[in-house]
Nanobody, 116 residues
Framework: QVQLVESGGGLVQPGGSLRLSCAAS??????MGWYRQAPGKQRELVAT???????TYADSVKGRFTISRDNGKNTVSLQMNSVKSEDTGVYYC????????????WGQGTLVTVSS
């Protein structure tokens, strides 16, 4: 069974740091990434990373967030620094894999709240 399990969400003060982790299992994964959904808004891309380690970021998080992965452990992480109130939302891990065709799997989401 292909699945993703996120961890690391919680309450953080503005300007603080938080690290999200996602453990993937059941396949070998290609691109992996993090998305977020703020209250009342659509889900949006935060960052992605290829199996080779090439990362892309949303403009809103460039210079503050860092995505990384460990292919041996099938994990992807998101280091969030200098967080802002607008970073509040449910963060979802996403991973692509191939089974006869390209497929995607999502984690259950972890809530990040940035507030003083």
């Amino acid at each position: 069974q292909v699945q993703l399990v996120e961890s690391g969400g919680g309450l953080v003060q503005p300007g603080g740091s938080l690290r999200l982790s996602c453990a993937a299992s059941g396949s070998t994964f290609n691109d992996m990434g993090w998305y977020r959904q703020a209250p009342g808004k659509q889900r949006e891309l935060v960052a992605t990373i290829s199996s080779g380690g090439t990362a892309t970021y949303a403009d809103s998080v460039k210079g503050r967030f860092t995505i990384s992965r460990d292919n041996g452990k099938n994990t992807v992480s998101l280091q969030m620094n200098s967080v802002k109130s607008e970073d509040t939302g449910v963060y979802y891990c996403n991973a692509a894999f191939f089974l006869f065709r390209r497929r995607e799997v999502w984690g259950q989401g972890t809530l990040v709240t940035v507030s003083s």
